[in-house]
């Protein structure tokens, strides 16, 4: 970074300061999916292993029964031999929780070494109709009430900072599990 480039951050670190009245979880949400753009998504939590296997490279139909594509060559470049024990393994879903992801949302963050963190929410908080979306497109301001997504930002830039993800009970209307992966 030049010492240019560098001034500027400093100057947007205080205009962020300074403008911190005017920043609302919506907000802060809409600023933090343009800085992140792609390296954050949300989601349908039962589809997300195809979408994470696809952003790998790999051809892999909608649906894991089908004849065509690359699963097996996923799977154990993956190290495992199905989608319920992907979720397992990768992101912490118990067999007793797999059942319910499609009633849930994933919102999955890479950070700036390319790791990934995936919090898995209670609940339909995504927009449906978007696939795998940008932070600001999917629909996670319109279904979060402004606690629970102020909550999730918190620990998603906890996790970005290098931060511990505070986990357990919380006291606002999100709950979630996450993992590093």
Do not use: C
């Not at 190290?79 to 979720?87: A, K, M, Q, T």
């Not at 390319?114 to 999917?138: E, T």
């Not at 970005?160 to 999100?174: I, T």
């Amino acid at each position: 970074m030049t010492a240019g480039e560098d001034a500027l951050v400093g100057q947007l670190a205080r205009l962020l300061e300074a403008e911190r009245d005017r920043l609302s979880p919506r907000r802060v949400l809409e600023l933090l999916s343009l800085l992140l753009g792609e390296r954050a998504q949300a989601g349908d939590a039962s589809h997300y292993v195809y979408e994470y296997g696809r952003r790998a490279g790999y051809s892999l139909p909608a649906y894991p029964l089908d004849g065509s594509g690359e699963f097996r060559e996923f799977f154990a470049e993956e190290g495992v031999r199905n989608v319920p024990e992907w979720y397992e393994r990768k992101l912490g879903v118990p067999p007793q929780l797999y059942a319910q992801l499609p009633a849930r949302t994933i919102v999955a963050v890479r950070d700036a070494a390319n790791r990934r963190r995936a919090f898995v929410l209670d609940g339909v908080r995504h927009a449906q109709d978007a696939g795998f979306a940008g932070l600001a497109k999917s629909g996670l301001s319109r279904t979060l009430p402004p606690e629970g997504l102020a909550e999730l930002l918190d620990a998603v830039m906890a996790y970005l900072l290098g931060e511990p993800v505070r986990e357990g009970p919380r006291p606002g209307a999100v709950r979630f599990v996450s993992r590093l992966f």
